[in-house]
């Protein structure tokens, strides 16, 4: 039996074969609920997390566009379960004001710089994960653990893709600074 596309599999599921829904639930749970231990830090509540974001996309399975990816319209289901269970876990309103989506073009997409430097660069994100702006955690998370592309992200993150490629580099240099002082203080 030929294997079927996310795609394919999602039309089956929103023409009735709910059953179906289960081969997603397969091929993206482990996934989501690293991005998830990456966004949150916590494993017990990213297991409920992941199974709350399958169950939104179950019952909000008709809204899917069969012509667009099935992995980037999840993910977006995703991102916005974590944020707003981030909202609710620091009772503090997030800041809205963007200047990198105001003014884009301050900055160029970044072309793809090597294995060795996403190597270099998950460690960093996984050394000091937790004291990275959720804006640039995100993305960063993505690109290096999910293996995005930078117009998967944007789709995701309902951002231009110039900004995701200025909050990667804003994200890097931020990363090693943080890096720098943790090893400079000993932290």
Do not use: C
């Not at 599999?9 to 990456?38: C, P």
């Not at 409920?48 to 980037?72: C, G, H, P, W």
């Amino acid at each position: 039996m030929a294997e079927y596309t996310d795609e394919e599999i999602a039309v089956k599921v929103q023409n009735g074969d709910g059953e179906s829904f289960g081969t997603l639930v397969h091929r993206y749970e482990e996934r989501l609920k690293r991005y998830a231990r990456k966004f949150l830090m916590s494993s017990e509540e990213s297991k409920d997390l992941v199974q709350e974001v399958f169950m939104k996309a179950y019952i909000n399975i008709k809204s899917f566009d069969a012509t667009r990816k099935f992995s980037s319209w999840l993910y977006a289901i995703a991102h916005n379960e974590f944020i707003n269970a981030g909202k609710k876990k620091s009772k503090l309103p997030l800041f809205t004001f963007d200047l990198d989506a105001l003014f884009p073009h301050l900055s160029a997409p970044e072309t793809a710089d090597g294995e060795s430097e996403k190597r270099e660069v998950r460690a960093l994100l996984d050394a000091s994960l937790d004291k990275l702006d959720v804006k640039y955690r995100d993305p960063l998370v993505l690109y290096y653990f999910e293996d995005m592309d930078y117009k998967e992200i944007a789709d995701i993150l309902k951002l231009p893709v110039g900004t995701v490629g200025i909050r990667l580099t804003r994200g890097k240099k931020l990363l090693k600074s943080i890096v720098t002082t943790l090893e400079t203080h000993g932290t």
